[in-house]
């Protein structure tokens, strides 16, 4: 299976602040890479797809970016209903695999 | 709007079944892959198994394979996981989710639902 690390592990950030959170696959999965966001008690929901696609809903703010095997998401002004933990999935090969998450918590 | 209302969880003894099930509203249910994701208590996400939009294809990671069943009824919009021989690993909250044609990502989630596998 493809493996997913992500980093960091948790995040102290201040409103307004820019966040970057990494994940770096095993292998090359291309752009097959998507974030979620999941808010304390919520289910997860689809921010980044394609490794670089806004999906629908979600403000601009947020971006993703690749460079090789490593990718990126970005938060460009850190807002308070941001808070939460964020992971990365690969759909590149069977089985999709993770991220173990990155939580992220104001200052 | 898409909604996937989960249902059928609770407390199951090793070695039991359970079935949950997936009720879709907001979308054209027969169109799309749907998908069972699974999150241990204070862990990661884990993918737990897939089905086309016929439900002619099933797909399942390897720790179940044998033991869950996924299904689907199109009619009813509905999405089902028959979980047999049930172990204390597979305790978990359980989300369904569509891939909307993306086949690749998950652009629909329900709310889930808890399943504890203990005796």
């Known amino acids: 299976d493809i493996q997913m690390t992500q980093s960091p592990a948790s995040l102290s950030a201040s409103l307004e602040e820019i966040v970057t959170i990494t994940c770096q696959a095993s292998?090359?999965?291309?752009?097959?890479l998507a974030w979620y966001q999941q808010k304390p008690g919520k289910s997860p929901q689809l921010l980044i797809y394609?490794?670089?696609s806004l999906a629908d809903g979600v403000p601009s703010r947020f971006s993703g970016s690749r460079s090789g095997t490593q990718y990126s998401l970005k938060i460009s002004r850190l807002q308070v209903e941001d808070i939460g933990i964020y992971y990365c999935?690969?759909?590149?090969?069977?089985?999709?695999?993770f991220g173990a998450g990155t939580k992220l918590e104001l200052k | 709007e898409v909604q996937l209302v989960e249902s059928g969880g609770g407390l199951v003894q090793p070695g039991r079944s359970l079935k949950l099930s997936c009720a879709a509203s907001?979308?054209?249910?027969?169109?799309?892959?749907m998908h069972w994701i699974r999150q241990a208590p204070t862990k990661g996400l884990e993918w737990v198994a897939s089905i086309s939009p016929s439900g002619g294809s099933t797909y399942y990671r390897d720790s179940v394979k044998g033991r869950f069943t996924i299904s689907r009824d199109n009619a009813k919009s509905t999405l089902y996981l028959q979980m047999d021989s049930l172990r204390s690993e597979d305790t978990a909250t359980y989300y369904c989710?569509?891939?909307?044609?993306?086949?690749?990502?998950?652009?629909?989630w329900g709310q889930g639902v808890m399943v504890t596998v203990s005796s």
């Open positions: 999935q690969q759909a590149s090969s069977a089985p999709d695999t």
């Open positions: 394609g490794a670089t």
């Open positions: 907001g979308f054209t249910f027969s169109n799309y892959g």
């Open positions: 292998q090359d999965i291309g752009n097959w």
């Open positions: 989710a569509t891939d909307g044609g993306t086949d690749y990502y998950y652009v629909g």
